[in-house]
């Protein structure tokens, strides 16, 4: 079993910087593929971001890709994601996610655990 909590959106104007942050508790978090989704009003919820279990993989949507960095830290149980670049098509509610598979996967039906979501709104 694990929990998420999300923290670090907010407000932020077009072509500024965020930085989210994902807290995991449970005891086999290092085992898990974490990632990122999000979902704006009126839409479906969509992958943004994932990271293998060791960090050495990630896999980012096209949308986010080269502006978007996703790290996590074993040791303190921390997903984080890096947005910079930010434009209003972002303006979504994030959510973190973690998965026991070995594979990162984009679609949110095979995620097993989610947190509440963090908002981000960028203005232009």
């Known amino acids: 079993q694990v929990q998420l909590v999300e923290s670090g959106g907010g407000l932020v104007q077009a072509g500024g910087s965020l930085r989210l942050s994902c807290a995991a508790s449970?005891?086999?978090?290092?085992?898990?593929?974490m990632g990122w989704f999000r979902q704006a009003p009126g839409k479906e919820r969509e992958f943004v971001a994932g990271i293998s279990w060791s960090g050495g993989s990630t896999l980012y949507a096209d949308s986010v890709k080269g502006r978007f960095t996703i790290s996590r830290d074993n040791a303190k149980k921390m997903v984080y994601l890096q947005m910079n670049s930010l434009k209003p098509e972002d303006t979504a509610l994030y959510y973190c996610?973690?998965?026991?598979?070995?594979?990162?996967?984009?679609?949110?039906?095979?995620?097993?655990?989610w947190g509440q979501g963090t908002q981000v709104t960028v203005s232009s």
């Open positions: 449970g005891r086999t978090f290092r085992s898990y593929v």
């Open positions: 996610a973690a998965d026991p598979s070995h594979t990162i996967l984009v679609l949110s039906t095979t995620w097993d655990y």
